[in-house]
């Protein structure tokens, strides 16, 4: 009943950009917090950023703080990733994720999504 569907991903250079959508549908207080993650080959999933109800507030890894915008559109149901000059160490599958509650951890989130595939090339 609670379904998360990523799309935007693409194959882009580096320096290019991409807008990840997260639409979200179900119960509306299990979307109270949103996170986007992604997995790289060989490498354990990892924390992008995430937004709370609101987007009051607003969560960014270190890797990605200053490139990346997490925002939200409550009215639409759908969470957006705009990602800003791409490097190729951002290549990875990026899965959206989402609980009754925001979290950075991806142990916390109850629901996922099928994930969304990014290559950025050199």
């Known amino acids: 009943q609670v379904q998360l569907v990523e799309s935007g991903g693409g194959s882009v250079q580096a320096g290019g950009s991409l807008r990840l959508s997260c639409a979200a549908s179900?119960?509306?207080?299990?979307?109270?917090?949103m996170g986007w993650f992604r997995q790289a080959p060989g490498k354990e999933r990892e924390f992008v950023s995430a937004i709370t109800w609101s987007g009051a507030i607003t969560y960014y890894a270190k890797s990605v703080k200053g490139r990346f915008t997490i925002s939200r559109d409550n009215a639409k149901n759908t969470v957006y990733l705009q990602m800003n000059s791409l490097k190729p160490e951002d290549t990875a599958v990026y899965y959206c994720?989402?609980?009754?509650?925001?979290?950075?951890?991806?142990?916390?989130?109850?629901?996922w999504g099928q994930g969304t595939q990014v290559t950025v090339s050199s």
């Open positions: 994720a989402s609980d009754e509650r925001v979290h950075t951890s991806s142990a916390e989130y109850r629901y």
């Open positions: 179900g119960r509306t207080f299990s979307f109270g917090g």
